[in-house]
């Protein structure tokens, strides 16, 4: 109930008749102030007037007057600049830790926001706010959107950042790890990112000029080079090259049941991922360089198009024989997942520790240039009214849907705001509409 009476206030949904403090004075709200996340004062900097006079400073508010000493309040001197108590139950007299006395303003939650804010945590159909989807501006929700997508791509800076000091500064190794998660997709991300991170890439480009010694070490770190028991042929070549290299240059494989293989299609099966990569990296293509120096779409998904050796053309794991599937290429849906989930965030996160606001640009207007991706919370959302134009919007409604949907955070959704406003009358009407 504390966080709703936050946002009642920090949203001006107040009660019709004149805020008074407990002790009678008229109180009128001039700036809620900038609502604080850390620890301290609820708000800071709020601007109210109280019996006339002008006050400047911050603003606690309680579920229950009490709370202020329970929380240890009194006796803090971060709370000495409190120029308002706003409660939503008075049931005690507060004071500064200085000993004085502090205004104190009971504030009502509207029924009709707590029943909306009970709807929006407990309805079982996603999204919750999808009744007024519909209503809302196509500006606002441009503008919301927009700043999800921001916050996606920042998610992803931090996650990148992260591997650029695990890997010591090195930007391509970078890449490669990052792309070579996205190789998992979705389902053996974790296990890709483990493994790529387990390949010295200085001692694969000592051998970049033989796509059989890549494999070997790309498969053999991948812990798949470690049963005696086969015998075929292009197995045994690959298993003996990478002991001859784990001796030279001490690697240290994977574990091998990191990989996951239940309820997937074969043309996802780590062996074929991995022999794509080998030979986008024996062709020279996963390179950071020549990536971000790209301008389009297209471009960069022709530096992404990739095959597989011929041993792989006829088998989806070592020494099982399958009929031949072309060259098994990378479609065109997969390269741009890889695009959304790889190249535009580095093409962002680069340009951020660049100082490039024009490649920060770039990776965006990658997403902004590909269609939307399909998907069952893209669905969800389509479902409900709100249809996404490109990948930009699509990024930002899985972001939606994870960070603030899938928690319950619909106090810090815009959608969520616009819920909570509507009156009892108006969700009805939109629910007769639809039926």
């Known amino acids: 109930m504390e966080e709703l009476l936050h946002y009642c206030w920090k949203h001006r949904i107040l009660p019709l008749e004149p805020l008074r403090t407990t002790d009678g004075k008229e109180v009128e709200m001039l700036n809620p102030g900038l609502h604080n996340r850390d620890a301290g004062p609820d708000f ?35 709370y000495e600049n409190i120029i308002l108590h706003v409660v939503a139950e008075d049931d005690e007299t507060v004071r500064r830790p200085d000993g004085k006395g502090i205004p104190q303003v009971l504030i009502t939650i509207p029924d009709y926001v707590k029943r909306n804010y009970e709807s929006l945590l ?6 919750a706010c999808r009744k007024v989807l519909g209503s809302i501006g196509r500006l606002q929700v441009h503008c ?5 997508l921001v916050e996606r ?65 790309f498969f053999g770190q991948a812990g798949l080079l470690e049963d005696d028991g086969l015998t075929d042929e292009y197995y045994v070549r690959l298993r003996n090259e990478y002991h001859y290299l784990r001796r030279k240059f001490g690697f240290a494989p994977i574990d091998p049941h990191e990989w996951k293989f239940m309820r997937m299609r074969p043309q996802n099966f780590p062996h074929v991922r991995i022999a794509q990569l080998a030979m ?23 530096l992404l198009d990739t095959h597989v050796s011929d041993y792989w053309t006829t088998h989806y794991t070592f020494g099982k024989e399958s009929a031949r599937r072309n060259e098994k290429r990378l479609s065109d849906s997969s390269k741009r997942l890889l695009i959304i989930n790889a190249v535009a965030p580095i093409a962002f996160c ?10 920060v640009e770039a990776g965006l207007e990658l997403l902004e240039h590909m269609r939307p991706e399909n998907n069952f919370i893209v669905r969800n959302w389509q479902a409900a009214g709100l249809m ?42 939109v629910e007769d509409c639809k039926g």
């Open 350 to 359: 680069y340009g951020r520790y660049k100082g490039s606001e024009q490649m």
């Open 280 to 302: 986008l990296y024996y062709g020279q293509r996963l390179n950071l360089s020549r990536i971000l120096n790209v301008k389009d779409v297209e471009a960069v998904m022709g």
């Open 122 to 127: 407990h309805d079982d159909v996603a999204p």
């Open 153 to 217: 791509m920042e998610m992803r800076t931090k996650q990148i950042t992260e591997r650029r000091t695990v890997l010591e500064g090195d930007w391509e190794d970078v890449f490669f790890v990052t792309l070579a998660r996205s190789f998992g997709f979705g389902k053996n991300g974790d296990a890709f990112e483990h493994w790529a991170l387990s390949i010295p890439m200085s001692a694969v480009g000592k051998h970049k000029d033989s796509l059989m010694q890549v494999e070997a070490i």
């Open 388 to 429: 996404p134009e490109n990948a930009a919007d699509s990024q930002a409604l899985i972001h939606l849907y994870r960070q603030y949907c899938s928690r319950r955070d619909c106090l810090r959704c815009r959608f969520g705001y616009e819920y909570l406003r509507q009156t009892p009358d108006f969700l009805r009407e």
């Open 44 to 78: 800071l900097d709020a601007k109210v007037k109280i019996d006339g006079v002008v006050w400047v400073g911050n603003v606690e508010l309680h579920t229950r007057a009490s709370d202020w000493h329970r929380h240890g309040h009194d006796g803090n001197p971060a």
């Open 144 to 148: 919301w959107l927009s700043a999800l």
